[in-house]
Each structure stands twice: as C-alpha cells, then as structure tokens.
C-alpha cells in the first residue's frame, strides 16, 4: 500500500497537531505557572519576615514569662496549705473560726462540703457555717474573711433577720471557699 503525497500531507499535519498539543500540555499542566509561583514566594517571604520578628522578640518573651511564674508562685502561696482537701477543710475551719471569736460571732453548726476540682491541679474546698449575731458582728467577720493572707472567698451568704426587744439580730449562713493545689494525676494521658 502505497501512501500518497495528499495523505502524507495529512498524516504530517496530525503529527505536528499531536505534537503541538503535547508541547501546549507540557508547557501549562507540567511548568508551574509564574503568577501562582511570585504569589507563592511572596507569601513565603511575608512568613518569613514575621517568624524573624517573633524570633527578634525571644527575650521580651522570656521576660514576660518569668514575670508569668513568679506571679503564679505568690498566686500559689495564697492557697491553704496542705496536699489533701480534708487537712484543707481543717485549716478553713480554724481559721473561720478564729476570726468568729475575734469578732465575737457564734457559730451554731459547721458542715464541710464536696470538694471540687477547679483545674487540672486547683481544687476547691468549702464549708458551710450557720451563725448568730448582730449585723455588725457580721460586717466585721466578712471582712476579716475577705481581707484574711490566703485566698478566701464568701460563694454565698443567706441571712434571716428578726427583732428582739428593740435589737436586731441576725442569723446568717455562708459558704467560705479556699483553694489548694494537689498533685496532677500521672494517670491520665497528656495530650
């Protein structure tokens, strides 16, 4: 089979049509594109700029964090002292009750509540008090309560009030909170 000049002609023109096509492919599909790639390193180079800030800022850092810790460590020294909420709850009682003696409150009944975990190593442990006493007694005791060296807090305060011969009297139950910090549970898997 004889192929003539016509089909030659043909046959060239498919081939070079083949071939153009393939070289098009190459050149868009296959090179990366200039655009896509100036945006690429720009954004690359912007990265950069700002990694090198935060790296020239190393120092101002590591100052803020140790800033950080020592206020985390007199934060800690404010806690009740002891590893366990039930020396914890001992210690909040005493104190409470001290205070009451001082600002001559009586307490009528004491109760210790659940403890409750407030983070990972904070827990906080409460007791509830019923008292009775005059209105100024009861001032005088919040604000030993509230102003006491370690961390205290009053959650609530309920207060039932009646006249007796021309005084007031009051009997008030509030619940006071400490913290304390208790060992992380090495059980647990870190994440």
């Given amino acids: ?41 720009e954004i690359k180079e912007r990265m950069l700029l700002s990694q090198r800030e935060i790296l ?14 020592k206020q985390l460590d007199l934060d800690l020294q404010r806690f009740l002292p002891g590893d366990s909420p039930s020396l914890a709850g001992t210690e909040l009682q005493k104190v409470v009750k001290a205070f009451a003696d ?7 009944q004491r109760t210790i509540l659940p403890d409750k975990k407030v983070q990972d190593t904070i827990v906080k442990v409460s007791i509830r008090i019923e008292t009775n006493c005059a209105p100024e007694q009861l001032v005088q005791l919040m604000a030993a309560i509230e102003n ?7 959650d609530e305060v309920q207060i039932t009030a009646f006249k007796l011969a021309k005084k007031y009297e009051i009997r008030p139950s509030m619940t006071i909170s400490g913290f304390i910090s208790v060992p992380e549970d090495k059980t647990k898997p870190q994440i």
């Avoid at 001082?102 to 009528?108: A, D, L, M, S």
């Fill in 56 to 69: 020239s800022r190393e120092d101002l850092y590591r100052t803020r964090l140790e800033q950080y810790r």
């Fill in 102 to 108: 001082q600002n001559g409150v009586e307490i009528t």
């Fill in 1 to 41: 089979m004889k192929v003539n000049l016509r089909e030659k002609r043909l046959i060239i023109a498919g081939i070079v049509t083949a071939a153009a096509v393939g070289i098009f492919y190459a050149g868009t599909m296959l090179l990366p594109d200039s655009q896509n790639l100036s945006r690429n390193v």
């Fill in 148 to 154: 006491y060296e370690k961390l205290l807090k009053i």
